[in-house]
């Protein structure tokens, strides 16, 4: 049980570190209310003020404020870290196809991060984002696959995503690729 407890401590830790680095584009992004003044107060390292431009923006619905309002309740920037706070903003943009947003969502299902854990939501959610080409849910189809999680275990499948996810240049598929013997 004890094992256990340190497991799931270990697993949350690793899903803020990850949620904390998925891309918060704070260079050019979308164009939209608050969108750009809040990068640029994020690069100015002001999150209390991009935290509101981009919950202005998000309030009015832009996916891409959404994403990023949910990437500063995850970092705990500008406004405290809040699991909860950050799923909501992270399925909203997710369902209006934002690439990024779906990752995280995928992830914090793997995880159970907000929401309760659940492999084939973070399957869900992975192929949604892999589908329109982001590298990072690539790579995690690779590892839902090579692992059995939410699918059969498939080491052919896994080789494919790590591939596809490779080919973008995701640091993480490559090491998966060399351990495997595959580049």
Same mark, same amino acid.
């Given at each position: 049980?004890?094992?256990?407890?340190?497991?799931?401590?270990?697993?949350?830790?690793?899903?803020?570190?990850?949620?904390?680095?998925?891309?918060?584009?704070?260079?050019?992004?979308?164009?939209?209310?608050?969108?750009?003044?809040?990068?640029?107060?994020?690069?100015?390292?002001?999150?209390?003020?991009?935290?509101?431009?981009?919950?202005? /923006? %998000?309030?009015? $619905?832009?996916?891409?404020? @959404? =994403?990023?309002?949910?990437? #500063?309740?995850? !970092? *705990? &920037? +500008?406004v405290?870290?809040s699991?909860?706070?950050?799923?909501?903003?992270m399925?909203?943009?997710?369902?209006?196809?934002?690439?990024?947003?779906?990752?995280?969502?995928?992830?914090?299902?793997?995880?159970?991060?907000?929401?309760?854990?659940?492999?084939?939501?973070?399957?869900?959610?992975?192929?949604? /984002? %892999?589908?329109? $080409?982001?590298?990072?849910? @690539? =790579?995690?189809?690779?590892? #839902?696959?090579? !692992? *059995? &999680? +939410?699918?059969?275990?498939?080491?052919?499948?896994?080789?494919?995503?790590?591939?596809?996810?490779?080919?973008?240049?995701?640091?993480?598929?490559?090491?998966?690729?060399?351990?495997?013997?595959?580049?």
């Amino acid at each position: 049980m004890k094992s256990l407890v340190a497991r799931r401590a270990r697993d949350a830790g690793r899903a803020w570190a990850f949620l904390a680095t998925v891309s918060l584009t704070i260079a050019a992004g979308s164009a939209g209310a608050g969108i750009e003044e809040g990068a640029e107060a994020a690069r100015r390292g002001d999150y209390a003020v991009a935290f509101l431009e981009f919950r202005e /923006a %998000a309030t009015q $619905g832009n996916a891409e404020a @959404q =994403y990023r309002l949910a990437v #500063l309740y995850v !970092q *705990g &920037r +500008g406004v405290a870290r809040s699991a909860l706070d950050a799923e909501m903003w992270m399925r909203k943009a997710a369902e209006q196809n934002h690439p990024a947003a779906q990752t995280g969502l995928g992830y914090m299902y793997l995880l159970g991060l907000g929401v309760p854990r659940d492999d084939e939501m973070a399957l869900h959610w992975y192929r949604k /984002a %892999a589908d329109l $080409g982001d590298g990072a849910a @690539q =790579y995690g189809l690779g590892v #839902l696959y090579a !692992q *059995g &999680r +939410g699918v059969d275990m498939d080491q052919a499948e896994a080789l494919k995503w790590y591939r596809k996810a490779a080919e973008q240049g995701n640091a993480r598929a490559l090491e998966a690729l060399k351990r495997l013997g595959q580049h």
